[in-house]
C-alpha cells in the first residue's frame, strides 16, 4: 500500500526558506494530485497548496507568493520550498495523496515539524 | 467565500448519536470530505464524496449535505470516536482546497 514519509530540516532561521521533501513508497507518483498541509501546535489544518505529476500546481493565495512545489517521478518524490519563513510558520507539516481530484485527502504522512527559531 | 465553519466543540453520551456540522458557501458546489484526528496522529479520512467511506471506517459514521451545510453523523457513539474532526472541500473557485476549524467531540 501507498506510504508518505516527509523529510526536511527542523528548524529554519527566519527569512530562509523551508524545504521539505515526501517520498512516496509502495505504490507509483504518477497520475496523482500531491499536497502539503500544515498545523501549527493546537490548531487546525491548513491547505498549502499541491502539485500534479505533469508539474502543474494549486497555491493557497495567502502564500502563493512564497510556495513552489515540484515533483520528482524518478525518484517518486515531491517537494515543498516556503520562502521568507517567519515564527507563524511553524508548524507540523503534511503531505498527502488527494483522491482522483476530491479534495478528499486518503493517504497522509506522518508529519514533519518544522520550527522557525 | 472560500471558508468552511465548525462548531468548535461537541459532546455525546455513549452509544447515542452525534451531529458534527460545516458551513460554507462552497458545499453548494462541492462535495466536502471528513476526517478525524486524535491526538499525536495524523488525521484520517473518514467520509468523502457525498457519504463513501474509506475500506475499514465502521458504517457509523455516515456523511451528507444539504444547501451550504454538510453533516457527519455518528450514529452510537463509541469511546474511541472521541476526536478532532475535521471537514474540508474546495473553495468557491474550485482551485484551492479549504479546511474547517475542526470540532472536538468528547464521549462522555
Known amino acids: 500500500q501507498v506510504q508518505l514519509q516527509e523529510s526536511g530540516p527542523g528548524l529554519v532561521k527566519p527569512s530562509e526558506t523551508l524545504s521539505l521533501t515526501c517520498t512516496v513508497s509502495g505504490g507509483s507518483i504518477s497520475r496523482d494530485y500531491w499536497s502539503w498541509i500544515r498545523q501549527p501546535a493546537g490548531k487546525g489544518l491548513e491547505w498549502i497548496g499541491r502539485?500534479?505529476?505533469?508539474?502543474?500546481?494549486n497555491y493557497l493565495p495567502s502564500l502563493k507568493s512564497r510556495v513552489t512545489m515540484s515533483v520528482d517521478t524518478s525518484k517518486n518524490q515531491f517537494s515543498l520550498s516556503l520562502s521568507s519563513v517567519t515564527a507563524a510558520d511553524t508548524a507540523l507539516y503534511y503531505c498527502a495523496r488527494e483522491l482522483g481530484s476530491t479534495s478528499a485527502f486518503d493517504i497522509w504522512g506522518q508529519g514533519t515539524m518544522v520550527t522557525v527559531s | 467565500s472560500s471558508e468552511l465553519t465548525q462548531d468548535p466543540a461537541v459532546s455525546v453520551a455513549l452509544g447515542q448519536t452525534v451531529r458534527i456540522t460545516c458551513q460554507g458557501d462552497?458545499?453548494?458546489?462541492?462535495?466536502p470530505s471528513w476526517y478525524q484526528q486524535k491526538p499525536g496522529q495524523a488525521p484520517i479520512l473518514v467520509i468523502y464524496?457525498?457519504?463513501t467511506r474509506p475500506s475499514g471506517i465502521p458504517d457509523r459514521f455516515s456523511g451528507s449535505t444539504s444547501g451550504n451545510t454538510a453533516s457527519l453523523t455518528i450514529t452510537g457513539a463509541q469511546a474511541e470516536d472521541e476526536a478532532d474532526y475535521y471537514c474540508n472541500s474546495r473553495d468557491s473557485s474550485g482551485n484551492h482546497v479549504v479546511f474547517g476549524g475542526g470540532t472536538k467531540l468528547t464521549v462522555l
Open positions: 464524496t457525498k457519504n
Open positions: 502539485i500534479y505529476t505533469s508539474g502543474s500546481t
Open positions: 462552497s458545499l453548494k458546489d462541492y462535495w
